[in-house]
């Protein structure tokens, strides 16, 4: 019997079948990484059996893509990073009842926690909360779906499993009311939770083996893109991890491409509620 990434990557593939089978869109990510296989990314996602086959036959190992926003759902991502979490105010959205309409959870890699809404009709876009360890996922952006894998912050590997999923009782996220919850505190407090979260960015590009150095930049890139923060420290952990300045170029290039181009990505229409249908295939 087959054990270990071979076995892995034969699930993944299956499961990115069985959800395109359901109705849900997909799309390839880089194995090992939350990053785009496909240099359209997000936007050629699709529910077509024949196109998601030919996707995981030529790369059997690709993690999972599902597009968020309206026609799918929605995600709350509660973040880790050096120093913090995003848990203490996941405990203040729960007490204030903001996350009551979830549908399904997922573990991710690095201890961290993914909330899943239908999506409401009138689209909310992407936002993050750096100081807080939130990040909002809607129009326009993506997530993980188990059972895909990525690298962990201290080099091993881990990955997005299903926690729970409910039947009924779903509801719309609100993320205005998230925002109004978690306001942003000092300027100076600000910066330093950023700085924090991007200097352990940098540290995952800095130790990255060498197979996975570009992937690393380039997540690293979107990441910090997403949060508007300077791209400079990823590029110094690039140097210094022995990319060279083409490489690095093309990859930062082709990673701000992809970000710039998931703005005016509107998924295709899926079944609702999508976050119970993929849980059902992905499995707890």
Known sequence: MATGPALSARQTARTALAIARAGVAVFPLAPGSTQP?????????????????????????????????????????IDTYP????????????????????????????????????????????RAWPHAGVDFRGEGGYVAAPPSAVLRDDGSVGGYTVLERREQGW????????????PAPARQSTDNHLAARVAGIAHRVRDADPGQRAALLSWATRTCLEMGADLAPVIEAAVDAGLDSRQINQTVAAATDRFQGAVDHTPAPVPAPVAATVGEVAGP
């Not at 997000?42 to 190992?61: N, S």
């Not at 105010?89 to 204030?96: N, W």
């Not at 509801?171 to 978690?182: N, P, Q, R, T």
């Open 37 to 77: 296989l496909e240099p359209a990314g997000v936007r050629e996602a699709t529910h077509d059996l024949a196109q998601v086959h030919e996707w995981w036959t030529r790369a059997p190992a690709a993690n999972i893509g599902l597009p968020t926003g309206p026609g799918g759902f929605d995600v709350v991502d």
């Open 83 to 126: 120093g913090g979490s995003g848990f203490a105010a996941y405990r203040q959205l729960k007490d204030a009842g903001l996350l009551d309409g979830w549908a399904m959870k997922v573990a991710t890699p690095n201890d961290g926690l993914h909330i899943y809404f239908p999506a409401r009709p009138d689209g909310q876009r992407d």
């Open 171 to 182: 509801g719309y996220v609100d993320a205005a009311a998230i925002a109004e919850l978690l």
